[in-house]
């Protein structure tokens, strides 16, 4: 066992090692998929938020990726064509500015997930997961019958947006960006896992009836980290439609969702880099493995499945144990 | 004489056919313990979850410091100033001892809503938890995980949650469950100066506690309260008897 705070070093380190190298070495293409892999991680977080420190089984994160994804491929889309949005007699015209168009994402998802979270959250266990389901399915057929973007075919944006003072096409500058706002994220997801709100949320997980016996309501507590989380996921949705230059009903499939939790599951749930691990690991696998057979989803299938056998708490878990509380 | 602390009217509450409590009322009343002994399946366990506002009555109402709470929810008599500890131990069983106090000195504080700055770093909130801690006697433990807590230690941890609220009354679930005799007999002492500070509703099996502690005890039986008096007066009922405490007691 070793501690997890050398872990947590070594694996930044390793991510941030390997498009340096590439870079180095002229490989454009791996820097791409440390960029999908820190965009992936980096909405892993936002549902590690629920379901590592709330507890809550989300088969419907998907949603919060969309609707991120939406919101870059729809102000983007009234850019490049400069045709002004038509809401409710307002015009409102596009943008490439990446800050603006996160901002629309975060807020967007933010008020998604208040939507989802409150009647969601009215149910728990099995149902909370079918019903978060049954939102993301919801979203996967509006998106697939809105015409005006794309419908079934998404929406293809021609030049990635712009962020002030970069080069957004330069590989290794858009990773850069990505890669700062997942430690970002991560410096959240560690500071709110042992803040005050971290503390009851945690115990709204373990004993709900102990969190309203000291007075607390545990339903709100789930909700705000939903909402939270949501938001997280969403803004990871705007910088993977950024990626591919491409939104399309796909990002609110509900594979998608069942992705991210595979993603923090193999990684270990709750734990501030098991996002980032699981989703290192995935894009890794989905490229070695997908060069070798196309059917390198059965490898992933039987590494999740040792994982979940026999470490429980994912790669975090094998190497470092259990979670330990901070004293 | 002043106003009781909570006052229970007339409680009802049926499961199907089963009346579980029935015309339930009582009081507590400052600075006393107030018992509540009976057999198993007498109601005890549901009165409690009608006074702390886990289960809502049929009919009856609740009163908490002259305020009707009958319809108010766990967290809000909590907030008003209910401490309760339960039978079977709910603690976060992955946090530490200093974790689980903190959380409830949190609660007493109203103020969970902050996401920055680590919980453990808030000197207010520490204090009160240490504080509690310190007085049931696991100041020593703070660091520990729940989990690697004996039995005994988890019942000291319960009641140690429950003060870090400051409570106006207490309502305990059996404290001494699975206890020791060396456990029952700290944890007695303790109670014996706690009702001081706030008045506690104890429902308890073990029958030297109640005798030692009470200063009036309900005998409830079947959903109702068969007799209420004072030690002396229930070890003489023979209704109390021939019901509930046998021949020899």
Redesign the interface.
């Known amino acids: 066992m070793i501690p997890e705070r050398h872990l947590n070093i070594a694996v930044l380190m390793l991510f941030f090692a390997v498009p340096a190298w590439a870079l180095i070495m002229d490989e454009p293409f791996t820097i791409t998929l440390a960029t999908r892999a820190a965009i992936l991680a980096l909405a892993a977080t936002g549902l590690n938020i629920a379901l590592g420190l709330g507890g809550l089984v989300s088969l419907g994160h998907a949603i919060f990726f969309g609707i991120g994804g939406y919101a870059m491929g729809v102000l983007a889309f009234h850019a490049q064509t400069y045709t002004p949005m038509q809401l409710g007699g307002f015009e409102i015209a596009g943008t490439k500015s990446m800050p603006v168009i996160w901002l629309v994402a975060l807020v967007a998802s933010g008020i998604a997930a208040v939507l989802v979270g409150l009647l969601s959250l009215r149910t728990s266990g099995v149902y909370f997961i079918m019903i978060t389901l049954a939102f993301g399915q919801m979203f996967y057929y509006f998106a697939i019958s809105w015409r005006a973007y794309g419908g079934e075919d998404g929406l293809s944006i021609y030049v990635r947006n712009d962020f002030p003072g970069l080069n957004t096409l330069d590989p290794i500058q858009f990773f850069g960006l990505c890669a700062t706002l997942l430690c970002l994220a991560l410096l959240v997801f560690w500071?709110?896992a042992?803040?005050?709100?971290?503390?009851?949320l945690?115990?709204a997980r373990?004993?709900p009836?102990?969190?309203?016996?000291?007075?607390?309501?545990p339903v709100r507590?789930k909700l705000?980290a939903f909402v939270l989380s949501g938001m997280m996921t969403g803004l990871a949705g705007a910088l993977f439609a950024d990626l591919n230059r491409f939104v399309s009903p796909t990002m609110f499939s509900w594979q998608f969702s069942g992705e991210l939790i595979v993603l923090v599951i193999l990684g270990g749930v709750g734990r501030l880099m098991g996002p980032l691990i699981g989703a290192g690991l995935f894009v890794t696998l989905e490229h070695v493995l997908g060069d070798i057979t196309d059917f390198w989803h059965v490898i992933l299938g039987a590494i999740l499945l040792v994982i979940v056998l026999f470490a429980r708490g994912g790669v975090v878990g094998l190497f470092c144990g259990k979670?330990r509380?901070?004293? | 004489m002043p106003d009781p602390i909570l006052t229970t009217t007339n409680l009802q509450k049926s499961f199907g056919a089963l009346k579980a409590t029935d015309s339930v009322s009582l009081d507590l009343r400052q600075g006393e313990i107030h018992a509540i002994i009976g057999p198993n399946g007498a109601g005890k366990s549901t009165l409690i979850d009608l006074i702390s506002g886990r289960t809502q009555p049929d009919a009856g109402s609740v009163t908490l410091l002259g305020q009707d709470v009958t319809h108010a929810g766990t967290a809000a008599r909590a907030r008003a100033g209910l401490g309760r500890t339960f039978q079977i131990s709910a603690l976060a069983m992955e946090d530490t001892v200093l974790q689980n106090a903190v959380l409830g000195a949190m609660g007493a504080s109203g103020k969970p809503w902050r996401f920055w700055r680590p919980a453990l770093w808030d000197a207010d909130l520490r204090m009160r938890a240490e504080e509690a801690l310190r007085r049931v006697g696991l100041a020593d433990d703070a660091g520990k995980r729940c989990a690697e807590l004996s039995h005994g230690q988890r019942r000291q941890l319960e009641v140690a949650v429950a003060l870090t609220l400051s409570p106006h009354a207490f309502i305990m679930d059996e404290p001494m469950a699975g206890l020791g005799a060396e456990g029952s007999r700290l944890l007695t002492g303790f109670l014996d100066s706690l009702r001081s500070e706030a008045p506690i509703l104890l429902v308890e099996h073990d029958m030297d506690a109640v005798f030692a502690l009470a200063d009036r005890i309900s005998v409830l039986v079947y959903g109702r309260v068969i007799a209420t008096g004072t030690a002396a007066e229930i070890r003489a009922s023979r209704e109390v008897r021939d019901a509930y405490l046998g021949e020899d007691a």
């Open positions: 500071r709110l042992r803040s005050p709100f971290g503390l009851a945690g115990a373990q004993v009836q102990r969190v309203e016996t000291v007075g607390l309501d507590l705000v979670a509380p901070d004293a």
